[in-house]
């Protein structure tokens, strides 16, 4: 068998590529067998022998290995350090002589303080050489933390020590080169990881500057003079020369980011932060720390600042505001990296950092032993404090350990700023190496790092919601010791208006040994997360437990709430964040089927609820009985419309048109059975059968199959005496049907009411219910004014007797749709109408601006004028023959009768106010007319258009913008 090759040897040792280390060995002559043993063992065995070379090549190899051979402890050292990092083997390369740092008697086997790092760093005369001494500190910090002579944390601590030495002594050098620098006193806080002393190998050192005037200089040029320092320090740190960088400076923190003066005076910081600070900068402020500069300054801006940060959470909308800055960190990740996001992914250690932070803001308030700005000690002191339980605080603590030890092996090899766990083998291998992973590095690091992003991803909603449910039910409490006061603050601080209340409710659904107790405290901590994410937690903690007190006993629904995570997590959206769908479910709970299943969350269509309800009708002999059936099925669909709507699964013209089938179903499944039951009180009355036939005419947003939440059924009754019949037995037969089918579906009851609204029939109120078609035909022939024609625009008859309705809708067409348009004088007399309508039916004291329907730019402006193009244009274009307000201006744009942009405006404006017109619905329960003013409101119809509750003002100026550029079409088009 032939000797085996020196390069197949070295990676079967695990050499990566066994030709580049057979050439290396050769140029480090005199290495024994035993060293490349060595150097084998390490996390990149490559990586580790390409440094030993290069250092060789500065220092002389016989030197090298002179030393390696006479300190075991530094050759061990050394290699795992070379192994780890590349860029520290780059550095060794460059300064060798730093290798003998590493000897056993030369390394301090524990952090240095900070004094001494300031004292050391402080020695540099140019920037050059403080880099150098940064690095040989970094390459200090890195051995002693790589060969465990430290912990995590230790090494993390002593890393934000150094930066903040770092930091002093490039504010030495920029002093020395600023001739005035006696005239101001300035301060550098550490913020961030620095500030908590946890910082990384590689991250943008946080910083805010805060500077006073010297005794007798002026306040302006002093601060000219700070800011000049300011900006000399930074670029010390962060610029490039032959040895490289340090890190950035960031100061995007001060008050007022990038947009404010780099340094401030302490008054103008305590103004700032009193007047105008978002919710983020408090919480930033918890990890201020003083830095460099002038001490005494540094301690005053801690003094006068810090008491503020345990009054954040005390302000409106406190988690709303964090969790809104946590969703945007999350949506500006690039979706390529969003799941190997060591830091900022979901899971990462930015939800730990914020799940302690947010802790730390609601209770430390009270408790001053929780204001620890490091985020393990914060930790251990909430779980000592009883805030968090001893397990869950441990396993936390763990996650966090291992996640933020990845991120700092990633960091390490390049030094580069990097918090992305690659997805390349080799790279896998080397950093499961390092961390002590020696059996398929790569598969078990992943496997762990999954392990531990799904626990922290659990976690959050435990730490922040299981101790409610432990401050109310007597349950083993693994320490917990929150009492009813901290629940209370902390259920404020997450957004419950009335948090005594919410505890009685979790009190309520939760006590007692029974099952059912037993499966809602698995399932609350979850959905109370859910419901402090809505628009009104509280009333939907309250929905939930009145839908759980009338299904509790039903084996399906606490089981699909548990097994079904998509269900559960619907029910809370829905029930905090629309009052009529939570009417709609609290009236018949059985509506919770629906969540969960995408296919239960798709409106039906027309004829099937027409089947359904005929069929619901039928079955029942009573009158009465077969429209409470008829109107059970509507609030059954209305439930499923609105979920889905609630959870973002229809668009405005989906709702509209599912809205207006199910009315339009309701109307003739009721119109069957009140012909049935007219008909069966003329037989026990001895009389001829039912004598005439009838129709309902669907108008206005019926008739577009445009409704909304909010819209009455708006109709007009039109029957025809069967031949034979007596016309005014049949009129009278008739008139009791209309009037029995308004009275039952608009009767109070647990069904939601459906108003029908006649008065769009001719003489309105003062004109007959129901008129036969003949009375139509004439009264058409002989009085019809241009407002009827405009209204019979939106005229459909679809329900009752299909021959009636073919021959209504063939008798007004021409009055619609008229041979050659209308005449000038009907257009003059179309604008005198609505300029009527304009002045007198805007409600008083309403704002024209804001009214959704009869505002500038609102509904009516859009709707009157594309029905002016109809009654001008339809005989001439087919496609304006149509109820749809939508599909009418679409047909005008393609004729040319206007623009595509101004179409486009106007169907934007149309959209936009009937989609705020429906989530006020959906909001309030009720209908409102006006766009609402009172910000929590405001803040529930923007979440349910998607905007999210922290961008209500967005959705105004969206709103006001769209409103205003429809007028302007409007007047050009509609107004000439």
């Not at 890393?159 to 005239?183: H, I, W």
């Not at 943008?204 to 601060?223: L, N, R, T, Y």
């Not at 320090?233 to 040895?243: I, N, V």
């Not at 009869?854 to 274009?877: F, K, P, S």
């Amino acid at each position: 068998m032939p000797p085996e090759s020196p390069e197949l040897a070295l990676a079967r040792r695990g050499f990566r590529d066994g030709a580049a280390a057979a050439a290396h060995l050769a140029r480090l002559d005199g290495i024994d067998d035993a060293l490349v043993e060595q150097v084998a063992s390490v996390a990149s065995p490559d990586t580790a022998l390409a440094s030993l070379v290069a250092i060789a090549e500065t220092w002389g190899v016989e030197r090298l290995l002179a030393t390696l051979r006479g300190d075991a402890e530094l050759r061990q050292r050394l290699l795992i350090v070379l192994g780890t990092s590349e860029a520290l083997g780059d550095f060794l390369a460059r300064h060798p002589q730093h290798v003998e740092d590493l000897a056993a008697d030369r390394l301090s086997p524990v952090p240095l303080d900070l004094d001494l790092m300031r004292q050391q760093l402080g020695d540099a005369d140019d920037a050059d050489a403080l880099r150098v001494a940064y690095r040989r500190k970094l390459l200090h910090v890195a051995a002693r933390d790589l060969t465990a002579l430290t912990s995590f944390e230790e090494s993390s601590a002593e890393l934000a020590d150094l930066a903040m030495a770092t930091l002093g002594a490039a504010l030495d050098l920029a002093r020395r080169d600023e001739p005035d620098a006696d005239c101001v006193r300035l301060a550098v806080m550490a913020m961030g990881k620095t500030g908590g002393r946890e910082l990384n190998y590689v991250s943008d050192v946080d910083v805010i500057f805060v500077h006073e005037p010297a005794d007798g200089a002026d306040e302006q040029v002093a601060g000219r003079i700070a800011a000049r320092l300011a900006s000399a320090m930074m670029r010390l740190c962060s610029d490039h020369t032959r040895e490289g960088t340090i890190w950035e400076v960031d100061a995007n923190l001060r008050p007022e980011g990038t947009q404010g003066p780099l340094s401030r005076t302490l008054r103008s910081h305590v103004a700032y932060y009193d007047r105008w600070a978002s919710t983020w900068e408090f919480q930033a402020l918890l990890k201020a720390r003083f830095a460099a500069g002038d001490a005494e300054l540094g301690q005053a801006y801690l003094d006068a600042l810090s008491p503020k940060v345990w009054e954040a959470s005390t302000r409106e909308n406190f988690v709303r505001d964090v969790r809104a800055m946590r969703t945007r960190v999350i949506e500006n990740i690039p979706s390529q990296q969003r799941e190997r996001q060591l830091k900022l992914g979901s899971g990462g250690l930015r939800d730990v950092e914020f799940s302690v932070q947010l802790l730390q803001l609601v209770h430390g308030r009270g408790d001053a032993s929780l204001r620890s700005p490091t985020t393990l000690e914060a930790l251990r002191e909430l779980t000592e404090g009883g805030y968090v339980g001893r397990r869950d605080g441990a396993a936390l603590e763990d996650a966090y350990e291992f996640l933020r030890t990845l991120e700092h092996r990633i960091q390490l090899y390049r030094l580069r700023r990097n918090h992305v766990v690659p997805d390349d083998e080799e790279d896998l291998r080397r950093l499961g190496r390092s961390m002590g992973y020696r059996a398929n590095p790569a598969e078990g690091l992943v496997k762990d790092w999954q392990a531990h992003k799904r626990l922290v991803r659990r976690l959050h909603e435990k730490l922040f919601y299981q101790p409610l449910l432990e401050a109310v039910t007597s349950l083993p409490d693994e320490g917990l010791r929150l009492t009813p006061e901290a629940a209370q603050a902390r259920l404020m601080a997450l957004g419950f208006k009335d948090p005594k209340g919410a505890l009685a409710h979790i009190q309520a659904l939760t006590s007692g040994v029974s099952r059912r107790a037993a499966i809602q405290r698995s399932l609350l901590p979850a959905m109370l997360q859910w419901f402090a994410e809505s628009p009104a937690p509280d009333a939907g903690l309250l929905a939930f437990r009145r839908i759980s007190e009338s299904l509790g006993e039903s084996h399906w629904y606490l089981r699909k709430l548990r097994d079904e995570g998509e269900g559960a997590e619907q029910l809370a959206a829905v029930v905090g964040s629309s009052r009529y769908v939570s009417d709609l479910v609290q009236r018949a709970p059985d509506a919770v089927a629906l969540l969960g299943d995408d296919a239960e969350l798709v409106p039906r269509d027309a004829e099937r609820l027409r089947g359904e309800m005929q069929l619901a009708a039928r079955r029942h002999t009573r009158p009465d009985q077969a429209i409470k059936a008829v109107r059970r099925v509507r609030r059954r669909e209305l439930s499923r419309i609105g979920i889905a709507d609630v959870l973002g699964r229809l668009d405005i013209d989906e709702v509209g048109t599912a809205l207006s089938d199910l009315t339009e179903a309701t109307l003739g499944a009721a119109l069957t059975a009140s012909i049935g039951a007219v008909a069966r009180q003329r037989e026990e009355a001895g009389k001829e059968p039912f004598p005439t036939r009838m129709a309902v005419v669907l108008m206005g947003r019926l008739g577009g199959r445009e409704s909304g939440y909010g819209s009455d059924a708006d109709v007009m009754f039109v029957h025809e005496p069967l031949p034979g019949a007596d016309d005014g037995e049949a009129a009278a037969a008739a008139t009791a049907v209309a009037t029995s089918l308004r009275t039952t579906l608009g009767a109070p009851g647990d069904d939601p009411a459906l108003e029908v609204d006649a008065e769009l029939r001719p003489d309105g109120r003062n004109g007959p219910l129901v008129r036969s078609f003949a009375a139509y035909a004439s009264y058409y022939e002989k009085y019809s004014a241009v407002w009827e024609a405009q209204a019979l625009l939106r005229a459909r008859a679809s329900v009752g007797d299909a021959d009636l309705c073919a021959r209504f809708e063939a008798l007004v067409e021409p009055l619609r749709w008229p041979d050659g348009g209308v005449s000038d004088a009907q257009v003059r007399e179309i604008r005198r109408i609505k300029a009527r309508v304009e002045a007198e039916r805007l409600p008083r004291g309403a704002n024209p601006k804001t009214h959704l329907k009869l505002g500038r730019g609102g509904i009516a402006d859009v709707e009157w004028t594309v029905q002016l193009l109809q009654l001008q244009h339809a005989h001439a274009v087919p496609g304006l023959r149509t109820t749809s307000t939508c599909g009418a201006l679409a047909a005008a744009a393609d004729a040319g009768l206007v623009t595509a942009d101004d179409a486009e405006v106007l169907l934007h404006a149309w959209r936009l106010v009937s989609r705020i017109r429906n989530a006020v619905v959906l909001m309030r329960g009720k209908p409102a007319e006006s766009m609402v003013e009172q910000s929590e409101e405001r803040a529930g119809v923007a979440h349910l258009l998607g905007y999210g509750q922290q961008h209500s003002e967005r959705m105004v100026d969206d709103y006001l913008r769209a409103t205003r550029h429809a007028r302007q079409v409007v007047e050009r088009i509609f107004w000439e």
